[in-house]
């Protein structure tokens, strides 16, 4: 108990004190984790509105491989970029392994099937009468599609930031292809892990509720856009 | 844009049916240049099935669409093109989750129309429909009535040449029904819109439409203008959908320069027709052509029965009244007569109506 205790205290002390380190690898965190949650976005937007739209044989097929990849575990992800990346890899070359770069792929990996498995839930939940309605008043396909996406806005953000949650929580991929070099590619899970195992308790308990706490405000910011 | 037919949307042999389902069968129409043209029939007759095929929406199972003159093709880019002449007020019309002034600017914004230009065109629209101070609230937060005219102006800001209208009024009240009644007419004549609109209403079609079609099973079964289809009903379904609540069986008996004596059951009935003796004819009468009374009045009418009622039932301001005068009358009377008269089960009247007011038509043409 003491130790949950003295976590907390110690949580709070770093955080008022905005301990060097600790700004340090949770800027990391949220650069990393944001610029994989934006690219990914960019990819599994158009082509989740893409893969709604058309009709195709084995759509729901696809769909279900998206779906089951969800819950991919993060170590699998690791070892795919791993194999990829890696000196001996066949991109080896572009030496980019225990980079953030290489943090950054391996998490856009990670939350494209959920990102886009989501994105199209959300476009099923525009009804067809609305699509009907666009094309009527003279939309265009295209213009049609950036309807449909906007009409489902909220659900699509909400996709969106799973997708960011879970690239922000791993810690199997970023620890395997980042390596946790202090410095260069720390982040708030892989610190938690090390300082854990160093028997570091209360300042991996710090880290871990600074962690939450960035979930807390990136939530209670989606609430506020999606009352608007 | 000049041409020189006057007929702008023409089908031609549609059919079109879903999955096993014959929605529409050889449907061939014509419409000119600023027509207004009511589709009538019941639910599940076709008449959105028909409007969406004619809005592009849908590609018919078989037959012609021509636009203007052209033949539109089944799929391709000029579809979008004919598309943005039109536009279609769907049944129970969705706004998009967008403010009332988005929700209309929207199919201005896609034709590539400028920023200042749909301004000027939006707030102007909005003016026209009442719904000027709601520019910047969510079109999801309106009511019924509201929703319709947003539906309403989001069609007419595009000034199209052809305006398809589904049930426009269904689900309004009274009031909200007068005013988009009173919006489509004005339209129709201070643009000369063409218009095309399905309804199962008769009275409306009556009230807006310059010619009348009847659809029924997906088949276009009468055109004409609203006397023709509501006092000269084709067939027997014609009759029975625009409220001929007598129809009946008789065989003519003799034929004197175009009126007709009609032999129902031992009763003879007189009818302007031009049959030849011994054609088997349903005459039809219409509730509100019947006179009640309680002597029977020198009049110029030519039929004359004396009858028992049957029934009396009350509908706002009418009673309808059920007769027998060996066979079964139903007659419509202002509910003040009906009192006068002192109608009850039982009661000894006579039901007087002109040869004029009989419609005859040939029995078994009905398809």
Known sequence: MTEIWHGLTKAIELLISLDPEVMEITGRSLRISGTSCLLASLICLPLGSLIHSHHFRGKRALINIIQTLFSVPTVVVGLFVFVLFSRAGPLGELGIFFTPTVMVIGQMILITPLLLGLTISALSGVSKEIVDTATSLGASGFQTVWLVLREARYAVLAAVIMGFGRAISEVGCALMVGGNIKGATRIITTAISLESSKGELELAMALGIILLFLALIINIALNRLQQR | MKSFSPTLVEVVDLSHSYGEREVLQGLNLSIDRGEVFALIGPTGAGKTTLLRIIDLLEVPGAGEIY??????????????????????????????????????????????????????????????????GYKNRNARTLSGGEVQRVALARALVLEPEVLLLDEPTANLDPVSTAKIEQLISYVARQHNTTMIMATHDMSQGQKLADRIGVLLDGRLVQTGNATDIFRSPQNEEVAHFVGMENIIEGVIIANNEGIATVNIGGNALQAVSNYPVGKEVYACIRPEDITLSLSSTQSSARNSFQAKVTRVTTLGPLSRVEINCGFRLIALVTKISAEELNLQVDREVYATFKATGVHIMEKGISQ
Not at chain 2, 67 to 76: Q, V, W
Not at chain 2, 105 to 127: F, N, P, S
Request: net charge positive; with cysteine; charged share 35%.
């Open chain 2, 67 to 132: 636009f203007d003159g052209k033949c539109i093709p089944r799929s391709g880019k000029q579809r979008l093109e004919i598309r943005r002449r039109m536009s279609f007020i769907h049944q129970k019309p969705q706004v998009f989750n967008l403010s009332v002034y988005d929700n209309v600017a929207c199919g201005l914004r896609w034709r590539g129309e400028g920023k200042d230009k749909t301004a000027e065109k939006v707030d102007h629209i909005l003016e026209m429909v009442g719904l000027e």
